[in-house]
């Protein structure tokens, strides 16, 4: 065993030797929420384990926290449907017809709840997908203020559409009415956070929802099942458990399902897609694939990148659809930047995700230490080197970063989303050649250039807006600030997942009008005075 493999493997603790304000105490999930009721689960159950290893008489062992409900069959996940359904009532139900206020004050209610739970959410963040004790923080107070921030936005979306318009002899009100049931499905590396961009904007505009937890990230959205059961009227949000690849085509198939808000892969979006019934009923809001590159210009400051391009290619462990997955480096700046980017990857400290500082933790997908180790070989049967020492040691959920050159075409990591800690770099002589290696990739979201001089880098820019959502000069790729478009071409995404583009997302523009005439006048201020109508108002939103 090599020296960096007895390091790594001592990382993992016994039990004893878990600070106690971090230990687990093994959540065995019996309850969901369906309809308004917590109801009891005594069937089959999917066994959680951790990615920390505890160390033991016999070895290290994968520390079993938790198991949740696992059902054999498709009558629990219909019930859960039929539930959002009988409370979306098609538009007529208590939640769609509610006030933008009550729907606010509801939303406020549940935050306010979500709060208290911080502790177990942030603990139950470590331990299920090895996220930093930082980290996980981040998450939880970063989810609280999207929230916060879709509220005001959804207030000014409902200011917008406070008055009436009197165009051409029509008088009209415009405002955004919700599209029914929406089924949301998150992803493991932020289960909360990315989850609840679509989940709470599919709720404040009014729609009902079936909420799938990922895979992986499952227990840490059971201290708020409660908080969703007392905080919205029944059936708004229901939860789904069960195989992903059994349950969710019984629910499409259906066609109940109007909106699919899903973050994962486009090969399931594609297929999920294709199992409704009626393809023109439903909407997709989706957040998928993504190989983001960054491009590094001769005249770039090495420093600045290479601090930028760690931040971008190894924040939790790389494991970001934003993340930075291969490196276009052009061959006069290559040999100084891969000894500066070998050296700081070097520096990276692993631990476990509550230790001080700790910047590699475990990796919570079982079988990605095999597949990271296969691209490694894979790379280096074609002709490339790890750059750093010890890169790509493992020892057991422990994969110590690697900064692979050159990778060319033919390498699975030329083209394959690694989606974990491990670093490409290609050389280049001619700019033309990142550009046609974007122009060829199936996914579109993001691109970083760096570079000291404004003149090729503007001559980059323009045409890479075209093929990419977001041109970062300088600058790691990235999502935030939530205000921002967050989307992509191709494969990469469906829809736009910012504050105010979310709700637009989960609604449509739906319009009352009438004939600009004095009996008409007279209705319209009567619903309006008489407070008749919600949808019909001109109540303005403080």
């Given at each position: 065993m090599t020296n960096l493999s007895q390091q790594l493997e001592i990382l993992f603790p016994a039990e004893d030797q878990i600070p106690e304000e971090f230990r687990i105490e093994a959540l065995h999930q019996r309850d969901y929420l369906v309809d308004g009721e917590i109801r009891q689960w005594d069937g089959p159950t999917q066994e959680v384990?951790?990615?920390?290893?505890?160390?033991?008489p016999a070895g290290l062992v994968r520390k079993v926290i938790g198991s949740y409900p696992l059902p054999v069959d498709d009558n629990e996940a219909l019930d859960a449907l039929d539930a959002a359904v009988r409370a979306f009532d098609s538009g007529r139900g208590a939640w769609p017809t509610m006030s933008v206020t009550d729907?606010?004050?509801?939303?406020?209610?549940?935050?306010?709840?979500?709060?208290?739970?911080?502790?177990?959410v942030v603990n139950l963040l470590m331990w299920e997908i090895g996220k930093t004790l930082a980290d996980s923080i981040k998450e939880f107070d970063r989810t609280v203020q999207y929230i916060y921030d879709t509220i005001d936005a959804f207030k000014d979306v409902d200011r917008a559409g406070s008055r009436f318009r009197i165009e051409e002899g029509i008088i009209g009100q415009i405002r955004r009415s919700p599209l029914g049931?929406?089924?949301?499905?998150?992803?493991?590396?932020?289960?909360?956070?990315?989850?609840?961009?679509?989940?709470?904007?599919?709720?404040?505009?009014?729609n009902t929802v079936l909420f799938k937890p990922p895979k992986h990230g499952t227990l840490l959205h059971h201290p708020l099942l409660d908080a969703f059961r007392t905080s919205f009227p029944k059936g708004v949000v229901n939860t789904v458990y069960g195989r992903g690849a059994t349950v969710v085509p019984t629910l499409m198939k259906s066609g109940k399902i109007n909106v699919l808000a899903l973050i994962?892969?486009?090969?399931?979006?594609?297929?999920?897609?294709?199992?409704h019934p009626k393809s023109n009923r439903l909407r997709a809001v989706l957040s998928l694939d993504a190989k983001?590159?960054?491009?590094?210009?001769?005249?770039?400051?090495i420093e600045l990148t290479v601090k930028e391009c760690m931040l971008g290619a190894m924040s939790f462990n790389g494991q970001?659809?934003?993340?930075l997955k291969i490196l276009w480096v052009h061959r006069s700046v290559a040999d100084v930047f891969l000894q500066r980017m070998g050296e700081e990857l070097n520096k990276l400290k692993p631990g476990m995700p509550w230790s001080q500082g700790a910047q590699v933790t475990p990796l919570p997908e079982p079988g990605k230490p095999a597949y990271l180790d296969a691209c490694l070989r894979d790379a280096e049967?074609?002709?490339?080197?790890?750059?750093?020492?010890?890169?790509?040691?493992?020892?057991?959920?422990?994969?110590?970063?690697?900064?692979?050159?050159?990778?060319?075409?033919?390498?699975?990591?030329?083209?394959?989303e690694q989606f974990g800690p491990v670093v490409p770099v290609v050389p280049f002589d001619d700019i033309d050649e990142p550009i046609a290696y974007i122009i060829d990739a199936d996914h579109g979201q993001q691109v970083s250039i760096f570079g000291s001089e404004s003149e090729p880098l503007a001559r980059l820019i323009d045409p890479l807006v075209n093929q990419v959502s977001r041109v970062n000069i300088n600058a790691q790729c990235q999502r935030g600030p939530d205000t921002f478009p967050f989307t992509g071409r191709k494969d990469s995404a469906e829809g736009t997942l910012s504050v105010e583009d979310a709700l637009r997302s989960f609604s449509i523009r739906t319009v009352v009008?009438?004939?600009?005439?004095?009996?008409?006048?007279?209705?319209?201020?009567d619903i309006v005075e008489q407070h008749q109508s919600e949808f019909l108002s001109t109540k303005f939103i403080f």
């Amino acid at each position: 065993m090599t020296n960096l493999s007895q390091q790594l493997e001592i990382l993992f603790p016994a039990e004893d030797q878990i600070p106690e304000e971090f230990r687990i105490e093994a959540l065995h999930q019996r309850d969901y929420l369906v309809d308004g009721e917590i109801r009891q689960w005594d069937g089959p159950t999917q066994e959680v384990v951790s990615p920390i290893f505890v160390q033991t008489p016999a070895g290290l062992v994968r520390k079993v926290i938790g198991s949740y409900p696992l059902p054999v069959d498709d009558n629990e996940a219909l019930d859960a449907l039929d539930a959002a359904v009988r409370a979306f009532d098609s538009g007529r139900g208590a939640w769609p017809t509610m006030s933008v206020t009550d729907r606010i004050e509801c939303m406020e209610r549940f935050v306010g709840k979500m709060m208290e739970q911080k502790k177990a959410v942030v603990n139950l963040l470590m331990w299920e997908i090895g996220k930093t004790l930082a980290d996980s923080i981040k998450e939880f107070d970063r989810t609280v203020q999207y929230i916060y921030d879709t509220i005001d936005a959804f207030k000014d979306v409902d200011r917008a559409g406070s008055r009436f318009r009197i165009e051409e002899g029509i008088i009209g009100q415009i405002r955004r009415s919700p599209l029914g049931v929406v089924l949301c499905m998150g992803p493991f590396n932020y289960p909360l956070n990315e989850t609840y961009t679509t989940l709470i904007p599919a709720i404040l505009m009014g729609n009902t929802v079936l909420f799938k937890p990922p895979k992986h990230g499952t227990l840490l959205h059971h201290p708020l099942l409660d908080a969703f059961r007392t905080s919205f009227p029944k059936g708004v949000v229901n939860t789904v458990y069960g195989r992903g690849a059994t349950v969710v085509p019984t629910l499409m198939k259906s066609g109940k399902i109007n909106v699919l808000a899903l973050i994962g892969s486009s090969r399931v979006a594609d297929s999920l897609k294709k199992m409704h019934p009626k393809s023109n009923r439903l909407r997709a809001v989706l957040s998928l694939d993504a190989k983001n590159a960054a491009i590094i210009l001769p005249d770039a400051d090495i420093e600045l990148t290479v601090k930028e391009c760690m931040l971008g290619a190894m924040s939790f462990n790389g494991q970001r659809c934003t993340a930075l997955k291969i490196l276009w480096v052009h061959r006069s700046v290559a040999d100084v930047f891969l000894q500066r980017m070998g050296e700081e990857l070097n520096k990276l400290k692993p631990g476990m995700p509550w230790s001080q500082g700790a910047q590699v933790t475990p990796l919570p997908e079982p079988g990605k230490p095999a597949y990271l180790d296969a691209c490694l070989r894979d790379a280096e049967a074609k002709g490339a080197r790890i750059m750093n020492e010890g890169g790509g040691t493992t020892v057991e959920s422990f994969v110590f970063p690697a900064l692979v050159y050159p990778v060319k075409d033919g390498m699975k990591l030329y083209r394959e989303e690694q989606f974990g800690p491990v670093v490409p770099v290609v050389p280049f002589d001619d700019i033309d050649e990142p550009i046609a290696y974007i122009i060829d990739a199936d996914h579109g979201q993001q691109v970083s250039i760096f570079g000291s001089e404004s003149e090729p880098l503007a001559r980059l820019i323009d045409p890479l807006v075209n093929q990419v959502s977001r041109v970062n000069i300088n600058a790691q790729c990235q999502r935030g600030p939530d205000t921002f478009p967050f989307t992509g071409r191709k494969d990469s995404a469906e829809g736009t997942l910012s504050v105010e583009d979310a709700l637009r997302s989960f609604s449509i523009r739906t319009v009352v009008a009438t004939k600009d005439t004095a009996q008409n006048k007279t209705i319209l201020n009567d619903i309006v005075e008489q407070h008749q109508s919600e949808f019909l108002s001109t109540k303005f939103i403080f």
